[in-house]
């Protein structure tokens, strides 16, 4: 019994157990049943002959705008957005208003999300109340309600020893807590990188010690609790100076992992000359130099997960002058391909490299049995065409909101289909 | 009259002026060379001239400035053309329109330039790119004051003929301060040295990638320079302490009696205005033999008198591209 | 090309103008001698030159930039770009009576244009229009009071005065 569906011929990339080859994959009552060569006829095919099929993506890293600010996104547009660009799985950051901090906030994301159909959406829980970073919040009741973990995300926690009693208070419920790393005394008003730019532009520069200043912190207080099961996340790195930072910390053995965006892997400070706002984004465009040691960390395996931090915004609000639009891109849909060109076209990484990145990885930081195509897991699929070129178009975008400084780019590695436990979600 | 068989086929051909880090060292003389042209209208008995006649400028001030606008307004009157003012005192766009809603409305209105003054930098630049009007940038934030910079070369041109060679010192906040920026690209493109002084808290980040010499000492560099520029230190745009103490800063950077007797003989001094008289510079300097504050200011109707033309003529060239409305 | 004038007949033209220059003026009164920027600017310097020799002392000689008083600022022809040029009257043109000089009088524009900017510099007794060719071609009523050289030239002609301190040489030319 049970709905049975058949991935034909497509080459089969699961890091998780290390397949890497041309080979079927079948599904059947919403889980995987085999991976191999299937024999047996099945009414449901799907031929991905020269396609690339791997377990379902998934983004630790979105802002979905519900509560809010609906008009800008809501979790039904996020969801479409997201199997969009091939993602089964996403995590909501808790900036919405109200914020993310108790059991029923999170019951709702939930509710919300199955009723939109789309993709799986998990959120994180603001770690101190209304993010303001004085008192924790209920990070007990919020675990119990499926929280994946704790987050203040828009901002950092800026007093260290807040962070430090979250951190121990942590270690019961086996979360991650994450980090928007942003010593705000060091930042100021800085609303793009501090340097030659922000210097003849006449804007107010975020110096990039104001992330490594706070990541520094958080890596001394982690390790400080040393026995216990808390994990750390260094979300959204962005200067050479921060990967030298998880290096160390990672050689010494600590629970901390680390994730980076595409425009931290494209686009420099360079881009804001013109002013438009599509490029203004928090952390902000860094230096050339920059880009080159994320990569080379990312080649070295000391990122953990590849996100996107998407961040929709309405028009109205980007068409500000640069110092008072909202900081953000929306990137769902584009993310692979951005992806296939920061690393795979330059060989940093190679497509198992990538997908683990985008799948294996980033479930295990969440805690979530996902991520794989193991016998009897949520059979959660995305098929991929890696060499179709075309252009990125916002107007086909599913998210309500365009604010995307990608439009016009030519991109190689389109999202075929997405299927979520077995049903197709997304078909191109 | 003909005007046939001219050796320049040079043409001005800016709708807008957002900043002088653009513009080529020919634009720069162009302008001054225009400006040149429009001073004997501020001495002689009419002052006007019709070529702006039935034009119409919006001064479109987010930031307190009398003096530049009244500079802009006159400049606008000698032309005549008619000036509208509009001033809000608060840019917070929480409070209401934003910057582009204000612009469009004002368009609906039929203007034919802009004179901006924000305390965004880049305000001009977004206006420039959603509506039809010229736009002059008459100060955006700590990126630009274009017209301020022309009219500080102006001055230097007229008293020391060219700034091939001039060593010129800037001293005061530089970090937040657009007249250094636009002076900085203004006078290195005609040719002249610029030092950048100030205490290390007031210089910007990276400022060593910029096409000037720094130096924290003023002593040192008083001796060698044959133009300073003092700027004012505006307190309201200060943040976080960057100096323990106003006297200290006046004691370390500020333009003295003591420190002109060993300033070339022939030095000049110059100020943006409005003076901190005793602050950043000893009144007896400020109306000293060597001081070109006053000279700075008419000269500043004149140069925007040029900027308003020039910029006029460059639309009347060009249809109108964008469709609001 | 036709040549209209040689060498020899402009120095006689300017003769005739300086001439008839001096014969017009009532006793007592001043004149001084204005040149419309760029060529009437050294017509008017050779006239000025000439008047003074014939009269007597110097005869104050100015120039007049008449850019921000054309008429076709706002609707400009494609390829030209007028620029502003200085003005330099260093006299007081109060109860004068004007020399204004031009080197070809054709639509009578820049003459127009001429007068409305001496009229915002003070107010002469007379103003009295010299030119070197007068040409057809009117667009507004305005006459030379001194033509050195009535030249017949079809419409859609050129007329082009070359003067060897601009152009190295001494022509006048229809084209």
């Known amino acids: 019994m049970g709905d049975e569906l058949l991935i034909k011929n497509g080459h089969v990339i699961?890091?998780?157990?290390?397949?890497?080859?041309?080979?079927?994959?079948?599904?059947?009552?919403?889980?995987?049943v085999e991976v191999g060569r299937v024999k047996k006829p099945v009414a449901n095919v799907i031929d991905a002959t020269g396609k690339l099929v791997v377990p379902g993506l998934i983004d630790i890293h979105v802002h979905f705008r519900e509560p809010g600010d609906e008009e800008e996104e809501t979790i039904a547009s996020g969801s479409a957005a997201a199997v969009a660009g091939g993602f089964t799985s996403v995590v909501c950051m808790p900036n919405t208003t109200p914020p993310i901090e108790d059991e029923t906030d999170v019951e709702y994301i939930h509710r919300k999300a199955r009723q939109a159909r789309k993709t799986h959406v998990y959120t994180m829980g603001a770690i101190t109340k209304g993010r303001e970073g004085v008192e924790l919040a209920e990070m007990g009741f919020m675990a119990q309600a499926g929280a994946v973990g704790f987050t203040d995300d828009g901002n950092g926690v800026q007093d260290a020893s807040v962070m430090l009693r979250a951190l121990k208070y942590a270690q019961m419920f086996n979360v991650v807590i994450a980090q928007h790393c942003q010593d705000d005394k060091i930042a100021g008003k800085g609303v793009m990188n501090a340097g030659y730019y922000s210097t003849i532009?006449?804007?107010?520069?975020?110096?990039?010690?104001?992330?490594?200043?706070?990541?520094?912190?958080?890596?001394?207080?982690?390790?400080?609790?040393?026995?216990?099961?808390?994990?750390?996340?260094?979300?959204?790195?962005?200067?050479?100076?921060?990967?030298?930072?998880?290096?160390?910390?990672?050689?010494?053995?600590?629970?901390?992992?680390?994730?980076?965006?595409?425009h931290h892997l494209l686009l420099t400070e360079k881009c804001c000359a013109e002013y438009n706002t599509n490029y203004k984004v928090n952390p902000p465009l860094r230096t050339q130099k920059d880009i080159e040691a994320l990569k080379e960390?990312?080649?070295?395996?000391?990122?953990?997960?590849?996100?996107?931090?998407?961040?929709?915004?309405?028009?109205?609000?980007?068409?500000?002058?640069?110092?008072?639009?909202?900081?953000?891109?929306?990137?769902?849909?584009?993310?692979?391909?951005?992806?296939?060109?920061?690393?795979?076209?330059?060989?940093?990484?190679?497509?198992?490299?990538?997908?683990?990145?985008?799948?294996?990885?980033?479930?295990?930081?969440?805690?979530?049995?996902?991520?794989?195509?193991?016998?009897?897991?949520?059979?959660?699929?995305?098929?991929?065409?890696?060499?179709?070129?075309?252009?990125?178009?916002?107007?086909?975008?599913?998210?309500?909101?365009?604010?995307?400084?990608?439009?016009?780019?030519?991109?190689?590695?389109?999202?075929?289909?997405?299927?979520?436990?077995?049903?197709?979600?997304?078909?191109? | 009259?003909?005007?046939?068989?001219?050796?320049?086929?040079?043409?001005?051909?800016?709708?807008?002026?957002?900043?002088?880090?653009?513009?080529?060292?020919?634009?720069?003389?162009?302008?001054?060379?225009?400006?040149?042209?429009?001073?004997?209208?501020?001495?002689?008995?009419?002052?006007?001239?019709?070529?702006?006649?039935?034009?119409?400028?919006?001064?479109?001030?987010?930031?307190?400035?009398?003096?530049?606008?009244?500079?802009?307004?006159?400049?606008?009157?000698?032309?005549?053309?008619?000036?509208?003012?509009?001033?809000?005192?608060?840019?917070s766009v929480s409070k209401g329109e934003t910057l582009l809603d204000t612009a469009r409305n004002l368009e609906a209105m039929g203007i034919d330039i802009v004179v901006i003054r924000h305390n965004a930098g880049g305000a001009p630049t977004l206006l420039s790119k959603y509506i039809n009007a010229c736009v002059v940038?008459?100060?955006?934030?700590?990126?630009?004051?274009?017209?301020?910079?022309?009219?500080?070369?102006?001055?230097?041109?007229?008293?020391?003929?060219?700034?091939?060679?001039?060593?010129?010192?800037?001293v005061g906040d530089i970090s937040h301060s657009r007249v250094a920026r636009s002076d900085m690209w203004a006078m290195t493109k005609l040719g002249a040295e610029v030092t950048f002084v100030g205490p290390p808290t007031l210089m910007p980040p990276k400022v060593e990638q910029l096409p000037v010499k720094i130096s924290y000492s003023l002593d040192d560099v008083i001796e060698k320079v044959d133009v300073i520029n003092m700027l004012r230190i505006q307190f309201e745009?200060?943040?976080?302490?960057?100096?323990?103490?106003?006297?200290?800063?006046s004691h370390y950077f500020g333009l003295t009696v003591e420190r002109m007797k060993r300033a070339?003989?022939?030095?000049?001094?110059?100020?943006?205005?409005?003076?901190?008289r005793g602050l950043e510079i000893e009144s007896e300097v400020a109306d000293g033999k060597n001081s070109v504050i006053l000279q700075q200011v008419t000269n500043g109707v004149t140069v925007r008198m040029a900027t308003l033309f020039l910029v006029n003529q460059a639309a009347a060239e060009k249809p109108a591209e964008i469709q609001n409305g | 090309?036709?040549?209209?004038?040689?060498?020899?007949?402009?120095?006689?033209?300017?003769?005739?103008?300086?001439?008839?220059?001096?014969?017009?003026?009532?006793?007592?009164?001043?004149?001084?001698?204005?040149?419309?920027?760029?060529?009437?600017?050294?017509?008017?310097?050779?006239?000025?030159?000439?008047?003074?020799?014939?009269?007597?002392?110097?005869?104050?000689?100015?120039?007049?930039?008449?850019?921000?008083?054309?008429?076709?600022?706002?609707?400009?022809?494609?390829?030209?770009?007028?620029?502003?040029?200085?003005?330099?009257?260093?006299?007081?043109?109060?109860?004068?009576?004007?020399?204004?000089?031009?080197?070809?009088?054709?639509?009578?524009?820049?003459?127009?244009?001429?007068?409305?900017?001496?009229?915002?510099?003070?107010?002469?007794?007379?103003?009295?229009?010299?030119?070197?060719?007068?040409?057809?071609?009117?667009?507004?009523?305005?006459?030379?009071?001194?033509?050195?050289?009535?030249?017949?030239?079809?419409?859609?002609?050129l007329v082009q005065v070359l003067l060897k301190e601009s152009d190295n040489k001494e022509q006048v030319i229809v084209e």
């Open chain 2, 137 to 170: 940038n008459a100060g955006d934030g700590f990126c630009e004051h274009p017209t301020q910079g022309l009219l500080d070369v102006f001055t230097i041109r007229k008293r020391k003929g060219s700034l091939k060679g001039l060593k010129i010192a800037i």
């Open chain 1, 201 to 262: 532009l006449g804007l107010p520069g975020l110096d990039p010690l104001a992330e490594e200043a706070m990541l520094w912190r958080d890596i001394q207080l982690v390790k400080k609790i040393k026995a216990g099961t808390v994990r750390y996340h260094a979300q959204h790195i962005s200067t050479a100076s921060s990967v030298e930072l998880i290096r160390a910390a990672k050689k010494q053995g600590l629970p901390v992992t680390c994730e980076a965006t595409p």
């Open chain 1, 14 to 32: 699961d890091p998780a157990n290390k397949i890497n080859r041309k080979c079927d994959v079948l599904i059947a009552d919403e889980k995987f």
């Open chain 2, 1 to 91: 009259m003909a005007e046939k068989g001219k050796t320049k086929e040079f043409k001005w051909q800016r709708k807008h002026l957002l900043g002088l880090r653009e513009l080529t060292a020919e634009e720069i003389t162009y302008i001054l060379d225009t400006a040149q042209g429009f001073e004997e209208i501020s001495a002689r008995a009419v002052k006007k001239a019709p070529p702006l006649r039935g034009k119409l400028v919006v001064n479109l001030f987010f930031e307190d400035s009398t003096r530049t606008r009244n500079s802009f307004a006159l400049a606008a009157n000698r032309l005549s053309a008619d000036v509208v003012e509009f001033t809000k005192k608060d840019s």
């Open chain 3, 1 to 157: 090309m036709k040549v209209l004038l040689n060498a020899k007949q402009i120095d006689s033209a300017l003769n005739k103008l300086t001439n008839r220059i001096v014969a017009d003026i009532p006793e007592g009164v001043e004149i001084a001698v204005i040149g419309i920027r760029s060529r009437g600017e050294i017509v008017a310097q050779r006239l000025a030159g000439r008047l003074s020799k014939k009269i007597g002392g110097e005869i104050p000689c100015g120039t007049l930039d008449i850019t921000l008083y054309r008429d076709d600022l706002n609707s400009p022809k494609s390829g030209s770009q007028p620029q502003v040029r200085t003005t330099e009257i260093r006299f007081d043109i109060d109860d004068k009576i004007i020399i204004l000089v031009d080197d070809v009088l054709h639509t009578g524009r820049s003459a127009r244009a001429a007068m409305d900017a001496l009229i915002d510099l003070g107010r002469p007794k007379a103003i009295r229009l010299a030119v070197l060719v007068d040409r057809a071609g009117r667009e507004f009523p305005i006459q030379a009071d001194y033509a050195g050289y009535k030249a017949d030239a079809k419409p859609g002609t």
């Open chain 2, 264 to 276: 070339k003989p022939d030095i000049l001094v110059m100020h943006p205005g409005p003076i901190n």
């Open chain 1, 297 to 428: 960390a990312i080649a070295d395996g000391l990122v953990d997960a590849l996100v996107t931090d998407h961040a929709p915004h309405l028009q109205s609000e980007k068409e500000l002058e640069f110092l008072a639009a909202p900081f953000g891109l929306v990137g769902l849909e584009c993310a692979l391909a951005l992806y296939i060109k920061a690393l795979i076209e330059p060989g940093i990484l190679d497509w198992p490299g990538l997908i683990r990145l985008m799948t294996e990885k980033p479930a295990k930081i969440i805690g979530v049995d996902k991520g794989t195509m193991s016998k009897g897991k949520q059979a959660d699929v995305t098929i991929i065409d890696p060499s179709v070129e075309y252009k990125i178009d916002v107007n086909t975008f599913r998210s309500k909101s365009k604010n995307c400084p990608y439009h016009g780019w030519t991109v190689k590695g389109k999202v075929e289909k997405t299927i979520v436990g077995g049903e197709i979600r997304f078909s191109a």
């Open chain 2, 237 to 249: 745009r200060l943040g976080g302490n960057p100096f323990p103490s106003v006297r200290e800063y």
